[in-house]
């Protein structure tokens, strides 16, 4: 009986951070570039920075998140940053609660590899 509490307080602080939380992939950080630099960085209508920079997503990246470069006298520049499921979160099947707190939190999906570095080359207007 003593070693039931430790264990259930255990399970209870488990289950407070999923699989994919814990063990996943969660970096949200993506380098832009452009040629030429200086072109404005937006995500959903919000600027993040100017090229070239390394910026930081928002959680909720499911189903990708469309980056916008803009440069005064260049035509807009869109790209599209895609997000692939997390595989260590099928673990969250064995502890079901941490399934919603993965996909609460948006630590489902991860950045795809192949868009954690972007380049863009502006056009005359």
């Known amino acids: 009986m003593k070693y039931i509490k430790p264990i259930f307080l255990c399970a209870l ?19 832009v570039d452009s040629s030429p630099a200086g072109a404005a960085i937006y995500v959903d209508n919000q600027q993040y920075g100017v090229t070239p920079a390394v910026i930081t997503l928002p959680t909720y990246i499911y189903g990708g998140k469309s980056i916008t470069l803009r440069k005064r006298s260049y035509q807009d520049q869109s ?23 993965d996909a609460a939190t948006g630590d489902l999906v991860k ?15």
């Open 79 to 101: 790209m599209m940053v895609n997000s692939k499921f997390q595989p260590v979160a099928l673990f969250d099947i064995l502890l079901w609660p941490t399934l919603l707190i």
């Open 13 to 31: 602080l488990l289950s407070l951070a999923g699989c994919a939380s814990i063990a996943g992939d969660n970096t949200r950080a993506v380098r």
């Open 111 to 125: 950045v795809d590899p192949a868009n954690l570095n972007l380049h863009a080359k502006l056009d005359h207007v």
